[in-house]
């Protein structure tokens, strides 16, 4: 069973003064992610993940699997997809599964947007990302439990 | 909460990690602030990447060879790190 995480409408609603950016760089499908593979401390091995159609335009999802890399950066994770960072990938990413099978999270598995488009989705611990954005603006991220991102698919 | 912002290296942020654990392990009764150093260690570069796109070029002003990481320290947190036995190096990090 597959389970979207971010939709679009989500998405807006996270950006709600950017709405148009927000659909811009999710129809492209890709937010570029330019980290070097050296700085990550380890990695999990790509995961195929069953990404079914997202309804989003512009993307070229006809593919039943999408190779996505989850990386372990410190004790936060962080979801990649060759070399890019996949947001609107995660719309239709089974990333519940994922993260029960591959991530040592024992917690509830938090999330965290920040408010910029070169930055990540983050996943972790709640804790854990506090102290990430301990010195952080409260206006500047939205962080929430995953479990709110996900809606199962009809 | 105030914080403190100490500019480490990628390796200096590893040294730290090791002193952290090996207090960790030396010591029976769990210390919070060395629980939160820990957990601050592991969110670093994260948070760096994140929220310090320029962090490299700031690295070389701070004459960091392997990137300038912001540890964010509570003043307790800060006092903690500097009771614990680290080398030569990272104390004069602290200092």
């Known amino acids: 069973m597959t389970f979207p995480v971010v939709s679009l409408s989500t998405m807006k609603q996270l950006f709600p003064e950017n709405k148009n950016d927000a659909e811009s760089i999710a129809s492209s499908g890709l937010w570029f992610y330019s980290v070097p593979d050296s700085q990550f401390l380890s990695y999990i091995p790509d995961v195929n993940i069953c990404v079914n159609d997202a309804e989003l335009p512009g993307m070229a999802l006809a593919a039943d699997e999408v190779s996505f890399r989850i990386r372990r950066y410190g004790s936060v994770y962080e979801v990649t997809r060759e070399g890019f960072f996949a947001s609107s990938f995660l719309t239709a990413a089974n990333i519940k599964e994922l993260t029960e099978d591959y991530l040592d999270v024992t917690d509830d598995l938090f999330v965290v947007v920040l408010n910029s488009i070169t930055a990540p989705i983050m996943l972790g611990s709640e804790k854990t990302l506090k102290r990430l954005l301990v010195a952080s603006d409260e206006d500047s991220y939205r962080l929430a439990p995953l479990s709110l991102f996900i809606q199962e698919r009809k | ?95």
């Open chain 2, 1 to 95: 909460m105030e914080l403190k912002t100490l500019w480490v290296s990628q390796s200096e942020l590893e040294g730290i990690w090791e002193a952290l654990h090996e207090y960790r392990f030396s010591h029976e009764l769990k210390n919070v602030h060395v629980e939160n150093l820990l957990i601050e260690c592991g969110v670093a570069e994260s948070r760096a990447e994140a929220l310090y796109p320029s962090y490299e070029r700031l690295a070389v002003s701070l004459g960091k060879p392997d990137g300038a990481i912001p540890l964010k320290l509570s003043a307790e947190e800060y006092s903690c790190l500097a009771n614990i036995p680290l080398g030569q190096e990272l104390k004069e990090i602290l200092s």
